[in-house]
């Protein structure tokens, strides 16, 4: 544990000490961009645990600095053995407080920690939660959509396919999606919202909390005519669709209504070939529910 000599900081005017926490695992968010988006309980937490475990120990150094923090950092992440987690566990057993951060916003949330959070409430620690900054609220609440219901599904698979497949997934969702996006893809997932969820409203934001940060809202095919018109898109983003509409909701026809009249015209391979091209769900959950109708027909 580390030898408290209550070290006092003064930041804007504010005191606070680093007083020895409590034995724990805290979960700690730090900044999305705007260093000053932090809480003093995050800073006061950080100033005193035995140790932070973090992504990147570079960027974390920086945070720590810019507040006059020294503390001990160790790289945590979804690659670390498990056998760094129970080197952690047993720490934990031995009294220590342990902080987890990760380069931006809160921990868990697209960023590792999930298995150490699990392993160290199964092993009956305690897990505190020092909340704060985090890119899909911050976006959810500037961008004009329903707030009432939302759905977070953070980044879409990199495969053409499985995007697919998870978008076909989100279709019915009666909620806000939220999606985490790189720059590079930016106009690659919109299109392929449009294609698969239709021309709904939505929203980009930019570089929440930074220098340049904006927020573009209007339609699927909107977003996508403004975003390729710029020379270079840069940036950290989240993207944001508008539920479905209640309307054309009702008017869908239910996957299995459409695929039994294809079938009872055409030969499997045409008729998931149609369903596939009318409905715009992916072809191997057309295909799957297909073969399933078949067997079943057939008993
Ligand atoms: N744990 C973080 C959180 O609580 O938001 C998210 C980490 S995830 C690895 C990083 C992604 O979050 C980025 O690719 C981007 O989609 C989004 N993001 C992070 N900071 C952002 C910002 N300042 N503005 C917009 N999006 C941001």
């Known amino acids: ?17 680093a007083d020895p926490a409590n034995p724990g695992l805290y979960c700690v968010a730090t900044p999305i961009g705007n260093l000053a988006d932090i809480t003093l309980r995050a800073l006061k937490t950080l100033a005193s645990v035995d140790l932070i475990l973090c992504e990147d120990t570079r960027v974390t150094r920086r945070l720590l600095t810019h507040y006059g923090i020294r503390a001990r950092l160790e790289v945590y992440n979804d690659h670390s053995p498990a056998s760094l987690r129970e080197k952690l ?6 009294g220590a407080s342990i902080a987890l951060v990760s380069d931006a916003g809160t921990p868990l949330i697209s960023d590792p920690g999930y298995r150490l959070v699990t392993a160290v409430r199964k092993a009956g620690h305690n897990v505190f939660s020092i909340p704060g900054a985090n890119a899909a609220v911050s976006a959810l609440s500037t961008a004009g959509l329903p707030t009432d219901t939302f759905f977070f599904t953070g980044f879409l698979p990199v495969k053409k396919a499985a995007r697919k497949t998870r978008l076909d997934e989100l279709k019915h969702v009666p909620a806000t999606l939220i999606l985490y996006e790189s720059p590079r893809r930016l106009l690659l997932t919109i299109t392929d919202c449009h294609d698969v969820l239709g021309n709904r409203q939505a929203a980009v934001a930019r570089e929440l909390t930074k220098a340049f940060e904006e927020t573009v809202t209007g339609t699927l095919l909107e977003l996508y005519e403004d975003f390729a018109a710029r020379d270079q898109i840069k940036g950290e983003i989240v993207i944001l669709v508008a539920p479905p ?22 030969t499997l391979k045409d008729a998931v070939a149609e369903v596939t091209k009318t409905t715009g769900l992916a072809r191997k959950t057309v295909y799957r529910r297909a073969l399933e109708l078949r067997d079943e027909n057939s008993q």
Do not use: Q, W
């Open 1 to 17: 544990m580390k030898d408290n000599l209550l070290h006092h900081y003064c930041i804007d005017g504010v005191v606070f000490s």
């Open 245 to 266: 509409d209640e309307a054309d909701e009702e008017n869908v026809p239910d996957l299995d209504t459409v695929l039994k009249d294809a079938l009872s015209r055409r």
């Open 89 to 94: 566990i047993a720490h934990l057993g031995e």
